[in-house]
């Protein structure tokens, strides 16, 4: 298909998409434990008068959950896109690659050696996914300019295997800390809090805007590694950048709401089918699709077996796992 026509079958598709999000945003936000507190609840809400009950369930409590779920949403959407773009790997994520998982046992080890990590938990996280995405490109003979497709998503399984084993043999150290990072690693956002916004809010700003920025060395890596060298570009400086981003926001997002799987393979595929190959359009499409399914998970986190709840991270899984059973059987790309 033409540039022409992929411009003309995104504006609806965008439009589409805004709609989504729209209509996700405000049944996640019109769904809760209190079946009494809707949307009318949201007038008010930031005006000077002492609120009332459901306004401050909705100011407190959803309000903040659904921000949440949307900065994670762009997050692993933007993570997963570069991952994909800079291996030009159609299976690679956060979750395919071990990143996810690694993230994860960061943030066990912060939990158990509190000493050792201080208040910097993130940081642990971070490092977590930076150390997990170095060890599967490093199996994948990324370092050496040789990125064997196999190699990385068979590296991404172990390396994340191994973290995933290590997480639960955490679970026989200490049974309190044990049952709180069980809690954690299902991907829960139920007691999200306004002092998990602002950080969040800040990275996943600051990771798109770098993303954005990234868009054209993206676009040269598609076209391969050498003409993306006779194009100017030095295609290890954005394996490099790309990788590293995609670990802070992944580690970022997992510090906040444990590992979340599946959204960062799901989305950029999705997007590309609609609006096309171009990571100009891409990036932002992608951004507001990861949002978009991350509020309607929320929703439905909240709806499927109301008045209890389902971790999000379950609902992501759900949807995600056969999406990634399908990719496996179809991509091509795999020597």
Known sequence: ??????????????????????????ASLATGGRSDVGLSALLGVFGAEPKSLAQSVMFDIRLPRTLVAVFIGINLAMAGLILQAVTRNPLASPSILGVNQGAALGMVLALFFPAMSGSAVGVFAVTGALTAGALTFAIAGGFQGELNSLRLILGGVAVGAFACALVRFSFTLDDDLSRQVVRWTSGNIADMRWHDVGPLAGLSITGLIATVLLSHRLNLMALGEASATGLGTDPRITLLFGAVLAAILTGASVAVAGPVAFVGLVVPHMCRLVFGPDHRILVPAAALGGATLMVLADFASKWVIAPFETPVGVIAALIGAPYFLYQTLVAKDLE
């Open 1 to 26: 298909m033409t540039t022409g026509g992929w411009q003309h079958r995104g504006v609806p598709a965008g439009l589409l998409l805004i709609t989504l999000f729209a209509s996700g945003a405000a």
